[in-house]
């Protein structure tokens, strides 16, 4: 059993060091999401920090898997920050807002995590991302609250962390309740799993969903040699990764397949000569047309004031001969459910497993086009970019290597 902590109220912040030297603590905040409010001080000081929330961030990390990659800093900010400077995370965070709130626990873990869920899903911070990226540390939020407390019932927690008014209010609560919800519920449902009882050491262990090649996609071998030196299917994921995050595709999504797994990036604008539409747009959230329920129907609803091109890789990784093949086309609100249905992080039990020269590494893209017409997205099968020229121009496979 797992001790139920969101609502327990043993929770003693001390208030004594508050008002604890302070010391400047100059660094760039043009890139942040502060939970809630929307002003930092004129200048940001430091303070000593806290134990109790250095053990709350850990016991988010845990849970959810993750390395605490991140400064924490107590400073002089209203509530909870995530703010990158330069090559630096920083998690700030304001003692006075935790202890004045000591005794509402779901709601300091609530908070935590969805500054903390920007700094682990790699988001940019930039305010031209912000509803896609909100919506995304919601849904983290989600899943950390129930791997904190699955006894912890999902309306109570819902009511609490609307009581808090959010910073970015141009995204209604019904987007929010719904990306925490998805959250919670995928956790739920992973954990639910028959032999997946809840309890903290088979977290690594929890089975990812299956990917099921759809619809069009070219794909392609990669060269073995870049893999040489791989010895397990950690490794290799590493390999990839590597080469993702040189080019900025930091956000990925795993998924399991017959003797091996499937790291999927998310969709991206590209170019006719196969190049990532450089700056702005490459990752923009796109206007939409009508109603939708939550963001992630998102996709389905996006328009495009011009024609454009997207796409999205899949990395796949088995000593199966061939790959399980459905026939028909995907739509694009299936290639955003598997960024949101997939895995964070590939589980120990597959990680460990070794790569053999019978595996291979494919390559597999998917594109999308907005006509002018429709100006909907949907999968294109006719005219499309050589995955070789995909891999090529976006960068990705001169960052491979093992
Ligand atoms: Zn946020």
């Known amino acids: 059993m797992k001790r139920p902590i969101l609502f327990s109220i043993y929770f003693i912040f001390s208030f004594l060091s508050i008002l604890s030297a302070q010391e400047p603590f100059p ?19 430091r303070f000593s920090g806290d134990e109790q929330v250095e053990q709350m961030v850990d016991d988010i990390c845990r849970v959810s898997g993750k390395a605490r990659k991140f400064e924490m800093v107590n400073a002089n900010v209203p ?6 400077s330069g090559k630096s995370a920083y998690l700030l965070y304001d003692r006075r807002f935790f202890f004045e709130n000591r005794l509402n626990r779901t709601l300091l873990y609530a908070i935590l995590s969805q500054e903390i869920g920007h700094l682990v899903r790699g988001h940019t911070l930039d305010g031209r991302f912000r509803q896609r990226e ?110 993702l995050d040189a080019k900025g595709y930091t956000q990925r999504s795993y998924f399991c397949v017959k003797g091996g797994f499937a790291l999927v990036t998310g969709i991206e604008q590209f170019q006719n000569n196969g190049k990532s539409v450089s700056g702005d747009i490459r990752w923009q959230d796109c206007p939409r047309k009508s109603r939708f329920d939550g963001v992630m129907d998102y996709l389905t609803s996006l328009v495009w004031p011009r024609p454009a091109r997207f796409r999205v890789f899949v990395f796949v990784v088995t000593d199966q001969p061939g790959l399980e093949y459905e026939k028909g086309c995907i739509n694009s609100e299936q290639a955003k459910e598997w960024l949101r249905e997939g895995g964070d992080w590939l589980p120990e039990s597959l990680a460990n497993q070794p790569y053999t020269r019978n595996h291979t590494v494919r390559a597999l893209v998917y594109e999308f086009r907005a006509p002018e017409s429709t100006q909907r997205i949907k999968e294109e099968c006719q005219e499309r ?12 496979l001169a960052g491979i290597k093992s």
Not at 29 to 45: C, H, N
Not at 209 to 218: H, I, T, W
């Open 27 to 45: 660094i760039d905040t043009s890139k942040r999401s502060l939970y809630s409010g929307f002003w930092f001080g004129e200048e940001l000081y």
């Open 79 to 84: 509530n909870v920050a995530a703010v990158l």
């Open 134 to 243: 909100e919506t995304e540390a919601d849904e983290f939020m989600g899943q950390v609250l129930m791997r904190l407390d699955s006894s912890a019932r999902l309306d109570i927690v819902l009511a609490v962390v609307r009581t808090q008014p959010f910073s970015y209010t141009q995204i209604p609560w019904a987007e929010r309740e719904s990306a925490i919800r998805r959250g919670w519920e995928r956790a739920s449902a992973l954990m639910e799993g028959p032999g997946f009882g809840v309890n903290e050491t088979n977290i690594e262990d929890l089975p990812l969903p299956r990917f099921q090649p759809k619809g069009c996609p070219d794909r392609i071998p990669l060269n073995k040699q870049r893999f040489v030196r791989c010895r397990t299917l950690r490794d290799v994921d590493s390999a990839l990764c590597r080469a």
């Open 385 to 396: 970019v050589p995955v070789q020229t995909h891999l090529e121009q976006s960068g990705i």
